[in-house]
């Protein structure tokens, strides 16, 4: 580490020295992480967008509930992201501070909710109901409350007890005196979060219902690679730069375990779940066929609708214009009963207003019924009279025309 009167490679004169781990190109593990937690920030704020902007597309209702409890989750992430930096800078107070508080509070924060949507998956994948939107918050925050009572208590005691740094020393502050084997015992409780996650990933695997089962899959999987990052940052961490005599590193040890877990945060919960909220119309109801029922569209159903009763009776050939008397009484026919397979374009389809002028001109008449015949007429001349005989429905009329 570069002293403060000189100044390392990479970091101009208006650099505070506070940050020449941002900057110095001599010891690039500091500009390695400032770029992996900038762009992780940017992705976040990306895919929250991304994953309230999917809301009103979403036909599911377990999945939309499970939006906000996500939304919690990636600002939790985001918060790691921002951390890393706190890790990168010079030890001060604030610095030390932040770390030691916001380092298990972040991750107890994301590990709750993924935590909380395991036993909402649970429920799922069994057939029963899942919390809603805002208890799966209220569930979260219960536990994730738990870790800032604990952090915060030991914060408090730390400094109490040690007002001042080895030796009556107040070359550093309080905070950053703790020892490393007291802060990781301060995060007991974010790894039996940890534990219960992946316990209710294997859980939601047992279930029936294959579909929630892919999240589950995801949440294990998350689960599994943060117990990994966890088990070496703390192994590094407690004793292995202790044993090789560079406790210098446990800084960038702190910055790496915040970067890498944060990304596997991303990359299997919350790029998934945005991925699965834009498909989501392949799984929900289709609103377009409950909205209009299905119905066949076509010359019957339409004859049908517009008149009560058949008033045409033609057949392929066209046979409503013969002459032959009807039969006995009135019988409804189907315009489809003397299908041949001819193309529709060939068959004879009365129009609408065919259809209108023919029932305007029954009920001109109020003693002929809706029949499906047509009357004719037949014009018979005797000897000194005239006589028009009509005939309707098989009844024979006699009348004498007005010339």
Known sequence: MASHGNRPTGCGPLVASIYYKLCDLDAAWGVVLEALASAGAVVSFVLFIALLANVPFMRDRDRRNAVALHAVFLVCTVGLFGLTFACIVEKNFSTCASRRFLFGVLFAGCFSCLLVQGVRLNALVRGRPALRAGSSCLAALALWSVEVLINAE????????NPQGPGNSTALATPCNVANADFVMALIYVMALLVATLGAGLGVLAGKHKQWKKDAALILACAFLSICIWVAWIAMYVHGNVFRGVPHWDDPTLGVALVANAWVFLTLITIPQVCLSSGDGDDGPDFAQDAYPSRGVDYENILKEN??????ADNMENKAFSMEEPG??????????????QLRSCV????ELALISKTRGASNSPEAPYDSTIPRASAHSTVGASVVTDTVNGNTFHRTPHW
């Open 348 to 351: 004879y389809q009365p129009t």
């Open 307 to 312: 008149s009560p009763h058949n008033v045409f």
């Open 328 to 341: 006995q009484g009135a019988k409804v026919v189907s315009p489809y009963s003397g299908y041949t397979g």
């Open 154 to 161: 030991w914060l408090i005691i730390t400094v109490v007890r």
